[in-house]
């Protein structure tokens, strides 16, 4: 079976990932986008940690993204763009699907692992398989859009105004 983890975006991309860890490493606090039952989007926020070749979402009981992901598992992260509007590191999205950790060991070996030693209970924990990693950076007067797919090499688009197509570079 194939992983699309973040070790193997790592592995493939290890230059941009650790830009995308990085970037979402500068602040606690994300923006997560799910589904609802009747397919209409939620977005709410949480905390992000990437360890152990993993991208780890984590949440309260009973959440109402928790039973968004259980229900359809389709996700998409956005870093937190920061106290102001200049972004100078890029804007940084995730989006794939969630896996639930539901074994009790497997639970108790995470909050063990985890760097606050925190108990997962009550609380869910999803492990995630990622479809596409996404970084937009401003440089000079265009957009530099950087994509990763599984088993794509990375794709980066050039942007300018609206009188040039798109580049590739």
Not at 24 to 48: E, Q
Not at 59 to 70: E, N, V, Y
Not at 115 to 129: G, K, L, M, Q, S
Request: aromatic share 6%; proline share 9%; glycine share 8%.
């Amino acid at each position: 079976m194939t992983t699309n983890n973040w070790a193997a975006f790592e592995a493939a991309e290890p230059e941009f990932a650790a830009v995308v860890r990085e970037r979402f490493g500068l602040y606690p606090h994300h923006v997560l986008a799910t589904l609802r039952k009747d397919g209409s989007p939620r977005v709410s926020g949480l905390n992000v940690e990437i360890r152990g070749g993993e991208l780890w979402l984590g949440m309260m009981a009973g959440s109402l993204k928790a039973r968004d992901l259980r229900h359809d598992p389709r996700f998409a992260v956005h870093a937190n763009p920061g106290p102001d509007d200049t972004m100078p590191d890029g804007d940084v999205r995730i989006a794939g699907t969630a896996i639930e950790l539901t074994d009790p060991p497997e639970l108790h070996r995470f909050a063990e692992e985890s760097p606050e030693n925190a108990d997962p209970h009550p609380a869910h924990v999803f492990r995630t398989e990622l479809t596409e990693v996404v970084r937009t950076t401003l440089e000079a007067d265009h957009l530099v859009i950087t994509t990763w797919h599984p088993g794509t090499p990375l794709h980066t688009l050039h942007r300018g105004n609206d009188d040039e197509p798109p580049q590739e570079a």
